[in-house]
């Protein structure tokens, strides 16, 4: 099959220009998307281990420990045990990360917002119905046993 004829090509595609528009955003506050994202899932959610936040942020585990380990160096971001688990750590914003994520999110939103003109409600709906499609399909090709041939 001709590689513009690919369904995941095409999804790859548009995922890309996405994180490299949102970087470009994001530049100025020295972030890059998956920092962002972090500070925007803590600001969510407070005080998940680095495990829960890879996959929150869709990233490998010793990605999650890099990202975390820059915005604690820059101050962004505290870790501190578990008060039961005192093996896992929790993540918080600090003030400072707080303070970065409110004016990176006005930059990173409008990004968002010029995605979100480009289609009608209805248009929106449809794509997140065929993106869980596509979602939901591929969870099926993982989970098949292999083929032995």
């Given at each position: 099959?001709?590689?513009?004829?690919r369904l995941?090509h095409?999804?790859?595609?548009a995922e890309?220009e996405?994180?490299?528009a949102?970087?470009?955003?994001?530049?100025?506050?020295?972030?890059?998307t998956p920092?962002?994202?972090?500070?925007?899932?803590?600001f969510?959610?407070?005080?998940l281990?680095?495990?829960?936040?890879?996959?929150?942020?869709l990233?490998t585990?010793q990605?999650m420990?890099?990202v975390?380990?820059t915005?604690?160096g820059r101050?962004l971001?505290?870790r501190k045990?578990?008060?039961?688990?005192?093996?896992?750590?929790?993540?918080?914003?600090?003030?400072a990360?707080?303070?970065?994520l409110?004016?990176?999110?006005?930059?990173a939103t409008t990004?968002?917002?010029?995605?979100?003109a480009?289609f009608?409600?209805e248009?929106?709906?449809?794509?997140v119905s065929?993106l869980a499609r596509?979602t939901?399909?591929l969870?099926?090709?993982?989970?098949?046993p292999e083929?032995?041939?």
């Amino acid at each position: 099959m001709p590689i513009d004829r690919r369904l995941g090509h095409h999804l790859k595609r548009a995922e890309q220009e996405l994180i490299a528009a949102k970087h470009a955003s994001l530049r100025q506050f020295k972030l890059n998307t998956p920092q962002y994202t972090v500070l925007l899932v803590l600001f969510e959610e407070p005080g998940l281990s680095g495990a829960v936040l890879a996959r929150r942020c869709l990233v490998t585990p010793q990605t999650m420990s890099s990202v975390l380990s820059t915005l604690e160096g820059r101050g962004l971001v505290e870790r501190k045990p578990h008060p039961i688990h005192s093996h896992i750590l929790e993540a918080r914003l600090t003030r400072a990360g707080r303070a970065l994520l409110a004016k990176a999110d006005v930059e990173a939103t409008t990004v968002e917002d010029a995605l979100h003109a480009e289609f009608t409600d209805e248009e929106k709906e449809q794509l997140v119905s065929l993106l869980a499609r596509c979602t939901s399909a591929l969870s099926e090709c993982r989970t098949k046993p292999e083929k032995v041939g």
